[in-house]
């Protein structure tokens, strides 16, 4: 599941038709406004913009899938807007945490040094700063899934 959705499917925004969505995308791109041809209503990508609830279906699954992971990445995020920064705490309290950002934020923004006396109150969290793409590239090499990666990347990503 998507929290935000993704630009893969268009909808009209007032009585909920699907549209077609390569029509929808060469409209765009011809600097018009896509209608639905059922209600002339506007039609628009399946996303949720800045401002608008996310769906009921994210809230569900969050709560059932943070409950069950092992392992944590947040990646690419200032950990201000919420429910977003809220979900690095709905994993269990021995669930690894791993940052991927260009800096530190959060709950990981005053992190001890690795060797400090204190560094033990943090076990479970760490913070990999840098660029998000070469981070994953790094990591995937670390844990041999180079080749599964760059099979994803050829085939142009995953799908649900």
């Not at 630009?7 to 995308?25: I, L, R």
């Amino acid at each position: 599941m998507k929290a935000h959705g993704d630009h893969d499917e268009s909808y009209c925004a007032v009585c909920g038709k699907p549209f077609d969505n390569d029509q929808f995308w060469k409209i765009v791109e011809e600097g018009k406004i896509p209608k639905c041809m059922n209600c002339q209503g506007v039609v628009r990508p399946a996303v949720t913009f800045f401002g608008e609830p996310l769906s009921s279906e994210f809230f569900q699954k969050s709560s059932s899938d943070f409950g069950e992971a092992d392992f944590l990445i947040i990646m690419g995020t200032t950990l201000l807007v919420y429910p977003f920064a809220g979900l690095t705490n709905q994993v269990k309290d021995m669930v690894p945490r791993l940052l991927i950002n260009k800096e530190a934020t959060g709950p990981f923004k005053n992190m001890p040094e690795p060797n400090a006396k204190d560094s033990g109150a943090r076990f479970r969290d760490a913070v990999h700063l840098g660029d998000c793409d070469e981070a994953v590239i790094e990591f995937a090499n670390l844990m041999g899934w180079k080749e599964d990666l760059n099979t994803l990347i050829a085939k142009g990503g995953c799908k649900n």
